[in-house]
């Protein structure tokens, strides 16, 4: 009998491939080196991530399809690979000293970050429902334990444990979308929708519609939109720092990733009847966000809201839907990642065991203490608040001249008046570290860790240069989504 070897392009998943790889590798090493050996597990995490990156740069330019096209490599899963794995970098980076002062510094977090990175690459490269599921699951139940890695912490395993139920529940939903729709069009293949819907008339199948709304419910719980937002607060709150500011950047990419390859690709037809939904999404989901940041005394609760607010921006990009909001978004993304991220950072290093600092009055007179860390914050603040020339000022501009652009003024003016009011709660740490004296007398300096420093470093180096250059990057943007046009 002649067998017959499937011939696969593995160029399609090589980033993942290395990944994946990586972390098999760290795997072992955690199982067979002593515990002297195992500290350069996270240098060797690092090592994988960096390299994974210069290949999905070599791949920049190439289309293809793999394993019997539920899988594609184009520009715009690339664009979107890049960002998961800049965020997993600077993690890491963060996450080394932090570690050891908690005493957590076990091989297993590196691990689960990487296979978490892999999962969300997977959502970028997905031209099948079920691969989005798969990478769904894949990084959500890394990113369940990492929540929970302080295990001696009750709040990381109340964190954990609501993080798991509310994920699996909204899972729930995403896979019985899926079902729906293969059961209205045939296929789950996102081309086969996509071409399905084109020559059928089905724009009022209930079964198309309803799981087109719990597709809606599965994406909006990993963004964090209003009303599926309710567990980022405490789940933020409750998770270590560093994890935290991961979960605020990556699985809100890897949610808007596969959200705008199913909606603005495959439900292209039906943009008439989800649209409004969007419309109306995004409003609530600024509004609150902004709202009830304002209110907030710890400072990572307020950068909770404050994620739930920049989702409701990037839903104002997704229902204008043209190649300029579209564009906006992944540029919106890279922008959102560096300036979280740095924000995050600087609440890492303020921090010290036993003596968190997550309380925004902690940050009481920190520039006279501190005055290049509290510039550093100064900067991340000034860009989430959307002030020039940030990359965080020209992410928005883009975001609200497509939205007018597209005809949707009174939405683009709601996102405005939105943006304003989050300058206050954002000027607020900033007013607190320039304009008002320390409550209590510091407790020994900062330490200030090869890893910490490189990745503020870089984090505020693009979050000033995206917003002082934004052409290059808006132009890879721009590429990218035209695979997905």
Not at 16 to 40: H, N, P, R
Request: proline residues 3%; contains cysteine; hydrophobic residues 55%.
């Amino acid at each position: 009998m002649k067998v017959v070897i499937p011939a696969i392009n593995w160029n399609v998943i090589g980033p993942e491939l290395i990944l994946s790889l990586t972390a098999m590798v760290l795997l072992l090493l955690t199982v067979l080196v002593k515990k002297e050996g195992k500290s350069v597990i996270p240098y060797l995490s690092l090592a994988g991530v960096v390299v994974s990156l210069i290949l999905c740069f070599s791949l920049w330019g190439q289309s293809q399809y793999a394993f019997n096209r539920m899988v594609v490599l184009d520009n715009y899963s690339l664009f979107l690979k890049a960002i998961f794995l800049v965020t997993a970098g600077l993690t890491i980076l963060m996450s080394i000293r932090f570690l050891k002062v908690e005493g957590f510094e076990h091989g297993e977090y590196y691990i689960l970050l990487l296979f978490a990175t892999v999962g969300m690459m997977f959502m970028a490269s997905a031209a099948d429902l079920i691969i989005v599921f798969l990478g769904l699951e894949t990084f959500s139940l890394a990113i369940y334990v990492l929540a929970g890695f302080f295990r001696t912490n009750p709040k990381s395993n109340e964190s954990s444990l609501k993080y798991f139920l509310l994920g699996a529940f909204s899972a729930g939903f995403l896979l019985y979308g899926i079902a729906l729709i293969y059961g209205a069009t045939g296929t789950t293949n996102l081309k086969g929708i996509h071409d399905f819907l084109r020559r059928a008339d089905l724009f009022t199948d209930p079964l198309l519609l309803i799981g087109m709304g719990l597709l809606i419910v599965g994406f909006g719980f990993k963004v964090a939109s209003v009303p599926f937002h309710m567990w980022t607060p405490d789940v933020y709150e409750g998770a270590p720092t560093a994890v935290t500011a991961f979960m605020a950047v990556g699985p809100k990419a890897a949610g808007f990733a596969a959200f705008l390859r199913v909606f603005l690709y495959s439900l292209s037809s039906l943009q008439t009847d989800w649209v409004w939904i969007l419309w109306v999404l995004a409003v609530l989901t600024m509004t609150l966000g902004n709202l009830v940041a304002i209110a907030q005394k710890n400072i990572k609760r307020m950068l909770a809201y404050s994620s739930i607010a920049h989702a409701g921006y990037i839903l104002v990009a997704m229902v204008a839907g043209s190649e300029l909001s579209t564009a906006s978004i992944l540029y919106y993304l890279l922008a959102y990642a560096f300036m979280n991220l740095g924000a995050f950072a600087v609440v890492i290093l303020y921090g010290r065991k036993g003596e968190e600092n997550i309380l925004v009055s902690d940050y009481s007179g920190m520039a006279s203490r501190h005055p290049l860390l509290a510039a550093v914050m100064a900067v991340f603040m000034f860009s989430l608040a959307g002030i020039p020339p940030t990359a965080g000022f020209v992410g928005k501009f883009y975001i609200f001249s497509a939205a007018v652009k597209a005809g949707y003024v009174g939405l683009a003016i709601i996102g405005v008046l939105n943006s304003a009011l989050s300058v206050y709660f954002y000027l607020r740490v900033t007013v607190m570290m320039y304009m008002r004296s320390p409550d209590k007398e510091p407790a020994g300096g900062l330490d200030f860790s090869p890893g910490m420093v490189i990745a503020l470093l870089i984090a505020v180096f693009f979050t000033l240069q995206m917003g002082i250059f934004p052409a290059h990057y808006l132009n890879l943007a721009r590429q990218s989504i035209l695979s997905l046009m």
